[in-house]
């Protein structure tokens, strides 16, 4: 069985938004905290090999930048790993290996995972990351947390996920402050 791993890049206040859609203004907040100590950790954090499990907006957003951002680690990974996808539309999709999860996502993640294969990795998706973590199908969540306030933007979690505990594994720091951290997901938060 596959283990499912949350990876994301997030501000000290919980935004995960990178793009400019809906006004925006922080798009590349990110940029300035990168070094390649940062990307050395971030590819050991994603393993290899690994597949990807992403939303439809995430797919198609990588599937625009990726397949020609050049060599390197994670170009390589992110363009051979085979992305499993959420979608209504999968005859569109065209950055491959591609397989689409089928009309009841949650029977076709549970299918994927149910195979022999390397470890699936989720990225952005918030969506799909709340409705794995409430259906108990999340192994492991590792947050990049950079030291910005963004104060408003798209959250990890949003307001209607259900409490959920993690137990930290572990952390680490980049020459610029970026903190990997790491935790195993349990299950419902026990009153």
Known sequence: MRKIRIMEHMSLDGVIQHDDSDGFAHGNWTVPYRTPAGLAAVVEAFGSPFDLLLGRRTYDAWAGFWPQAG???????????????????????????????????????????????????????????TVLLDQGLVDEVVVLVYPVLLGRGKRLFSDHAAPRELAFVSSQATPTGVLLNTYQHVGALRP
């Open 71 to 129: 060599e390197s680690p994670m170009a390589s990974g992110l363009n051979a790993a085979t992305k499993y996808v959420a979608t209504h539309r999968p005859e569109s999709l065209g950055w491959g290996p591609v397989q689409d999860l089928g009309a009841d996502i949650l029977a076709g993640i549970r299918r994927v995972r149910a195979t022999d294969g390397p470890d699936l990795i989720v990225c952005g998706s918030s969506t799909l990351t």
